[in-house]
């Protein structure tokens, strides 16, 4: 997505090899213009699929997720990282271990809204070591739901994370696709 | 508003006098059509003050505020309950306790965008004692910006939140005013 990598090129930062900065339009400041457009184009994408429900994680994949559910016309479902004391009923839950922040979360769905064989998305705002997309893997299949894509804003293409993923078979779309991040800016795998 | 009225009627769920379960429309489940409309109703409403940021608390205010945002053509802002080690620069923090989580939490900004002088219209899911938007109010005011508005989708009127936030003389729109709660149904003010 053309707008997408314009964004990462001038308002990301790379600040090292590893850590891709985009504070500014994503996931703390959030560019809602551009996350309209990024919902637009999965929904494009993933349209004749006969996705029931989009599926996320909070708080930084809600924005993109969001506009991706509403151009769908399907509900969304967010996956949290706290429950609540009013959070109760039928709860599916897994571990995973946050690579940005180094600690470790549990993800929480209420069984209700993930319904024996309906078909998911999954959007997320990245894409890295693909442990948050495992956590959703894993809850879609506790949950005997059917995921049917994947969906990632900002992919590093450089991690570990698209190479798990692309064994499972699930259709992918990532919308920037970073193969490199260096003092020579920002490269793009296409 | 009447769409979101229904949804808190015919959805929602009075758990007791005090607690209003909306986890199948708003919070953990979103309704995205009924956000896009829940931020067409804030954006027209504060169309006229020049509003320049929209401002919101993770995680169950982004899908509203992000919508609104969409709508002003403005940056949504999204104050964070917890930091990364990748959060760094010049950070607005404010402690805040959380009436349904029975917690206490730190809500952080970067400076850089909370912009001195800028106009900013604070967005949230839940109005009930007031705590949350008392520190949007408070890290608004370090930041030197001006709050020009405050934008509730669920009002529980019958908590302190509301006379709180009047005694501010700030411009406030509550979609949804819950008057009472209780085994007969859920009343609105209006």
Do not use: W
Not at 23 to 50: C, I, R, T, Y
Not at 120 to 133: M, P, R, T
């Amino acid at each position: 997505m053309k707008e997408l990598k314009e964004a990462i090129r001038t308002r990301g930062k790379a600040i090292n090899k590893d850590i891709l900065l985009v504070d500014s339009f994503l996931n703390h400041q959030v560019d809602p213009m551009l996350m309209h457009g990024v919902g637009e184009a999965f929904a494009d994408h993933f349209k004749d699929m006969n996705v029931e429900r989009v599926l996320t994680i909070e708080s930084s994949g809600i924005a993109p997720a969001a506009f991706t559910a509403y151009k769908l016309g399907v509900p969304l479902v967010i996956m949290k990282k706290q429950t609540s004391k009013i959070m109760t009923g039928n709860l599916i839950q897994t571990g995973v271990r946050s690579f940005t922040k180094g600690t470790e979360y549990q993800l929480t769905v209420k069984r209700d809204f993930l319904p024996e064989n309906s078909r998911v998305l999954f959007i997320d705002d990245f894409l890295a070591s693909g442990e948050a997309a495992f956590g959703a893997i894993n809850l879609v299949r506790e949950a005997k739901a059917e995921l049917c894509g994947i969906g990632i804003v900002v992919e590093k293409s450089f991690q570990s994370g698209r190479g798990r993923l692309d064994e499972l078979g699930i259709p992918i779309l990532s919308l920037a696709r970073v193969k490199s991040m260096g003092p020579d800016g920002i490269e793009f795998m296409e």
